[in-house]
Every structure is written in C-alpha cells, then in structure tokens.
C-alpha cells in the first residue's frame, strides 16, 4: 500500500486491524482457547486442559490426519499435472482454443462443490469405471476441485514468461521438448510451487463433496472435525481443527520455502 504521510499509515494499519482483528483472528483465536478448555463459561471458554490434544494426535485421528495428507498430496500432484499440460495446451492454441479450455477447467469451480460430490458419485457409481466405496472416489473428487486453481495459476505465470529465452534456446539448436524441459519448465518453477501449496491447502480443507463420498475407512480430518462438533464435542472438534490448520500451515511453509530457492536459481 503505497501511504507516503505518516498519519495515512497508522490510519490504514488502525483500518487493517478493525477489519482483520473481528473478521479472521479473533474466530481462529476463539476456536484456540477452545480447543485447551473443558466447559464454556460465558463469552469464553474455560477450564484448562491438554487432554483433546492427547486424543487428536493418535487412534482414529490420527488416521484422518494421514487421510488428509494421503489426499491432498495425491490431488495436488495430478492437478498440478494436468494444470500446467492445459496452460501450456492452451497457450499453444491461441485465444479462442485458451478461452474454450478454461472454460472447461474452471466449470467445477463454478457450481458448488457439493454438485461436484454428486457428480462423481454418479459417474463412477457403475461400471466400467467403478470407484464407490474406495478412496480413489475422494482423491478424483478432490482433484478436479482443484484443478482449475492449479491451472488458472500457471497460465497467468505463463502469460508473464519473457518469450526471448525460449526462442534464444530454439535459435541455438535446441529441440521443442527441451526448450520446454529445460527453459520453460525451470521459468515457471516459482509458480508451480505456488499452484501445488494452494491445490494442497484447497483439499486438506474440502469437506462438501467428501461427505458424500467418504468411505468409511477413509474418512479426511475435515470429516472427523464435523462429526464431532455435530455430536456436540465443540472442543475436541476444535483441537482436532487446530491441528488440521498447523499441519496445513506447516505444509504450505515448506513449500514457500521451496518456492524462494526456486525464485533465486
């Protein structure tokens, strides 16, 4: 924010607090001191204790965590595949081609992810192709979920490329496949980084079409967290919540700093 006065800084730093503090942190903070308390006692949570945490990090938790990881890695890996060959499909085939294949990536962002669910549970539901009741249903649910994003995000960084490097390796001698291996691909590492800690961060926290799909021996975290805030366990709901966002946060730390060694090469 470009506030050259010092009166408009403490003003938009006082306006960033006032929307920030009530509408982010202070929901998050809350769903903290819950997950340490035993009762509710008036406007806050009390009764300190550790023991949610004890049970959120082994037994049927700690296989939903694993779910989860198992899941979004797997998503974030073959939606980052098929993203980044549809970006550059769709660089190679102009505007229209471009606008008729992101149209066709960002159409299962553009409905609710519930219709998603449904979607898939019909398609696969019979065969030939007949993937309800096992795991890969929730993975393939989760995948085109976040496809669009991963996709969306590596033609913008596409459209940013300077082109002089690719015809400078094209001029040289080099083969397309390695003008795309060895420019192009290594340009756009930055991006791909990025892509794959938002498709992860997006699937660790779906839980709209997973409910419709989940079988019972993979149940995701974000499944657990519902079920036991909908049973009434609102802070062992809350302690497993808050491990499903510090695993999240941690991922997506790891692949920030990836995503730094790669901006430097």
Known sequence: MLVHSRTGRWTA???FAVLFVPLFALPLLVVLAASFSTHWSGALPSGPTTAHYAAAVRGESLQALTTSLATAVA???VALTAGTWAALAAAALGRRGGRIMGALFVLPVAVPSVVVGLAVLVAFSRPPVLLNGTRWIVILAHTVLVTAFAYQSVTAAIRRLDPVYEQAAAGLGARPAYVLFRVRLPLLLPSLNAAAGLCFALSMGELSATTMLYP???MPLPVLVFT???????????ALAVVLMTTTLLVLLAVSRIRT???YR
């Open 13 to 15: 730093w006082a306006l």
């Open 75 to 77: 998503a974030s890996l």
């Open 216 to 218: 019972p021996d993979w």
């Open 228 to 238: 036991a805030t909908d049973r009434g366990s609102l802070f062992t709901g809350s």
């Open 261 to 263: 060694k790669a901006s």
